[in-house]
Nanobody, 118 residues
Framework: QVQLVESGGGLVQAGGSLRLSCAASGSISRLDAMGWYRQAPGKQRELVATISSGGSTIYTDSVKGRFSISRDSAKNTVYLQMNSLKPEDTAVYYC????????????WGQGTQVTVSS
């Protein structure tokens, strides 16, 4: 059974930085994507960034140039470095594991709150 445990969320002022981490336990070798989604109150969950086992990445337009996703495959861990945070980045951030090209994610973390104050 695969479990994803996120950490690193919190409260930060606009312009600040946070680093999210997500460690996967269990076998995820058949899945090639590790990604981050977020959901703000009253909004749909959206993909923030994803990274393949080969290092290819996809970012949603609103975070390009500010966020950076990386992974340590040996540790089954994915990171999201978030810089120049804006109040509109406030959301619950979820780690997910799945398939890169299909965009289908099958395992999800419990979520971590990120709040950016103005």
């Amino acid at each position: 059974q695969v479990q994803l445990v996120e950490s690193g969320g919190g409260l930060v002022q606009a312009g600040g930085s946070l680093r999210l981490s997500c460690a996967a336990s269990g076998s995820i070798s058949r899945l090639d994507a590790m990604g981050w989604y977020r959901q703000a109150p009253g909004k749909q969950r959206e993909l923030v960034a994803t990274i393949s086992s080969g290092g290819s990445t996809i970012y949603t337009d609103s975070v390009k140039g500010r966020f950076s996703i990386s992974r340590d495959s040996a540790k089954n861990t994915v990171y999201l470095q978030m810089n120049s945070l804006k109040p509109e980045d406030t959301a619950v951030y979820y780690c997910a594991v799945g398939w890169y090209y299909s965009g289908k994610y099958v395992y999800w973390g419990q979520g971590t709150q990120v709040t950016v104050s103005s």
